[in-house]
């Protein structure tokens, strides 16, 4: 079992940065995939970006390529996203999750542990 609290949305401008953080409790988190996901009113979540449980692999949808970096601590039992160059269409809430299926995977229905999410907005 792990739980799972987002921090570091806000509302900034179109070209601004953000870095969006998640704290989890729990003594299994540095065997856990993680990943980040989004989701905008209206529309189905997506994925965002994952990274192994070591934090040696990541994978990123098209979209956030080369904007955005997922980093993880696991000493700290942290995970982090790094958002540059935000865009209109970044704006979601965005949430933290681990697989606890141990795997390598942006299917949703792999993750097993959610957090609450945090509000990002960008401004036009």
């Known amino acids: 079992q792990v739980q799972l609290v987002e921090s570091g949305g806000g509302l900034v401008q179109a070209g601004d940065s953000l870095r969006l953080s998640c704290a989890a409790s729990?003594?299994?988190?540095?065997?856990?995939?993680m990943g980040w996901f989004r989701q905008a009113p209206g529309k189905e979540r997506e994925f965002v970006a994952l990274?192994?449980?070591?934090?040696?692999?990541?994978y990123y949808t098209d979209s956030v390529k080369g904007r955005f970096t997922i980093s993880r601590d696991n000493a700290k039992n942290t995970l982090a996203l790094q958002m540059n160059s935000l865009k209109p269409e970044d704006t979601a809430v965005y949430y933290c999750?681990?697989?606890?299926?141990?795997?390598?995977?942006?299917?949703?229905?792999?993750?097993?542990?959610w957090g609450q999410g945090t509000q990002v907005t960008v401004s036009s």
């Open positions: 990274i192994s449980s070591s934090g040696g692999r990541s």
């Open positions: 999750a681990a697989d606890g299926h141990y795997s390598f995977t942006s299917r949703i229905d792999s993750y097993d542990y």
């Open positions: 729990g003594r299994r988190f540095s065997n856990y995939a």
